[in-house]
């Protein structure tokens, strides 16, 4: 594998700051910038929220960040996925194998060390065609529209909704 994935630590603080800085204009087109907010999503993280680092083996440098995020357990389990690429490792293909990788963490059952999820769910920007692509190369299915969902870039967004459980997942064991 050319990457891993991992929980972040304090001490990722600096090396996010600079991946975030360097893929400033890459990433800052569809998501809020905050080179800085490391600290406070160590400090979020929980039964709600789980993010995971996407790091390159080869050097250790960080080719993306993925939130699990909205997490509900109970009758649904299912949580919704932010995720962001960083430069110089964007268009190469590690941000989909780390997010396959991500995928098989949360469709895992929690015995194991997995999430336990059976839903997930991707919300993208209609023109945010490198999203909408990562989300169809690992097999979500485009469910809606929601006109807008999120404020971003000060204006509601409108978002299209992908979604794909667990028994459509690849090498998951059926619940």
Known sequence: ??????TPKLS???AYASAVRRSAEHVGRWNPLEPDGLVDLVRRQGPFLRTFLIVNTEDGGLVGTCNVANIIRGRFQNASLGYNSYLPF???GRMTEGMRLVLDSCFAPEQT???GLHRLEINVQPANEPSVAMAKRLGFRHEGFS??????QDAWRDHDRYALTADEWPGSEPA
């Open 113 to 115: 060390g997995g999430l």
């Open 12 to 14: 990722d603080a600096a």
């Open 147 to 152: 006109p807008r969902m999120l404020f971003l």
């Open 1 to 6: 594998m050319r990457v891993q994935i991992r």
């Open 90 to 92: 964007n268009g190469t």
